[in-house]
């Protein structure tokens, strides 16, 4: 086989491109790196806590997206996000044959900014998370999404989620697992949440997802409920 001249220069070429595409990836996953680490260092100074292991290593973008347990985190953590995870307790008491609540909270000053609970009698798509989300725009608009969490009873089922999604709320927090509500005889849609975040990564990294925050006692509210 032979070689034209220009292929000697073009397979040299070829290498440069490839050790400068090299470099290049190098210098952008850096860059990566240092953004999600001061995307968080920026989101975590809750009250001056230390909330460094709130965020998951999987808001780097290469890696899968996951869901951290809510007992995993350091004790001050759990507790700030119970406080709020209370707070969707109460309101979904106003539904006591379906208690999923839902409360959108500042991420930084802990400011509540809207209320939610399953009203799917009116409408079976008002989920609490949707009326949560209805509600946030009805009173601050269609903007700023990405500095709140949404925290809910129960984890977003398929809809609830792919609506999270679309918003860019980049922090959910749930109690009851889907598996466990459906142990408690109400149907839902088999997509885990984070399943659903996956599938639309091409432009959605939610900086965190945690599952199971006072979890005992909403599996126990979702079994005993008024039926
Ligand atoms: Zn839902």
Redesign the pocket.
């Known amino acids: 086989m032979s070689c034209a001249p220009g292929d000697a220069n073009r397979a040299a070429l070829g290498v440069s491109w490839h050790e400068a595409a090299s470099r290049l990836n190098v210098k952008i996953h850096r860059r990566k790196i240092m953004l999600s680490y001061s995307r968080r260092n920026f989101a975590l100074m809750l009250g001056g806590m230390s909330l460094s292991h709130w965020v998951p290593a999987s808001t780097l973008e290469s890696s899968p997206i996951s869901v951290q347990s809510g007992r995993s985190l350091p004790i001050a953590v759990q507790r700030f996000h119970e406080r709020f995870m209370r707070r969707a307790i109460k309101v979904s008491a106003k539904n006591p044959a379906y208690p999923f609540g839902a409360v959108i909270v500042n991420t930084s000053t802990g400011e509540v900014l809207a209320e939610g609970v399953n009203t799917d009698s009116k409408n079976p798509t008002w989920?609490g998370?949707i009326d949560a989300i209805n509600a946030y725009i009805d009173k601050h608009g269609n903007t700023g999404w990405s500095n709140v969490t949404l925290y809910s009873t129960g984890e977003?089922?398929a809809?609830?989620m792919a609506a999270i999604v679309w918003t860019g709320i980049s922090r959910v927090v749930w109690a009851s697992s889907i598996q466990a509500i459906r142990n408690a005889g109400i149907g839902q849609i088999d997509i885990p949440a984070v399943e659903v975040a996956e599938r639309a990564r091409e432009f959605y990294r939610p900086k965190a997802l945690i599952g199971g925050v006072l979890a005992d006692q909403t599996d126990l509210i979702f079994r005993n409920r008024k039926k």
Request: glycine share 0%; net charge negative.
């Open positions: 989920h998370e977003p089922c809809m609830c």
